[in-house]
């Protein structure tokens, strides 16, 4: 989940854009004590299609937060968006499909003849690209990626220091400062105390990571 999320909203970030959160599948329900998955004596199946609160903090993700400390905001929609009556027809009919592949195959690539009703885009593409790339489609209103894995190589400016007097810090480090407040707890573990587990949106980052309640009580705090 993280890194297809963190791609995503990268790329939506850079292209201004309002990001349509996708449909979530949860193995575990969650509830505010202890439990083995489901609430006990229910029929819930899993996996589940789950609110996006269960993972998401959204009061969080909707709150304004200043600029120069974590970088530009990221609108957000659920994804039933697109299935409200009232959202009009001109941007249900203004629509592309964007499907990545793998870079130097056979049509891997974009030109200006490109078609409006799909695209087949290089993964790792750079934030030039990006931009290069959707400036033709700039007119569209809907973007729709086959998958967010693999589509974003990283901010260009990465390594550099946004060159402004109250900016002293580098793009990425903005952007992952903002989004890590943006994933909230599981709860809870049976037999625990805590029981609760926090996500983190940079776990793949981290070789011994694992997903257990803290284990001291100094561990007990969000990953930022």
Known sequence: ?????????????????????????????????PHPGV??????????????????????????????????????????FFDNPLMPKQVKDSWLDVQLCREGSPG???TNNTSSLGIRLPK???????????????????????TMQDAFLGFTDKAKVVPCKICDQKTEEKFRKRVKRYVGIWCCVKGSDPGHIYYDM???EKPNWKPIPPQASEDDHPPW
């Open 202 to 204: 940079y776990w793949d």
């Open 39 to 80: 609430l006990e004596g229910s029929i819930t199946r899993q996996p589940f299609l789950c609110p996006l609160d269960h993972v998401f903090e959204v009061n969080v993700m909707l709150k304004e937060f200043p600029e120069d400390e974590f970088g530009p905001g990221i609108n957000i929609r659920e994804y039933s």
């Open 1 to 33: 989940m993280g890194p297809q999320c963190i791609s995503g909203s990268t790329m939506y970030v850079r292209l201004m854009k309002t990001k349509v959160m996708p449909p979530l599948w949860c193995r575990l329900d969650r509830l505010w004590f």
């Open 108 to 110: 891997c690539n974009v």
């Open 124 to 146: 790792h593409s750079t934030e030039e690209m990006f931009k290069s790339v959707f400036s033709l489609f700039k007119d569209v209103k809907v973007i729709q990626f086959s």
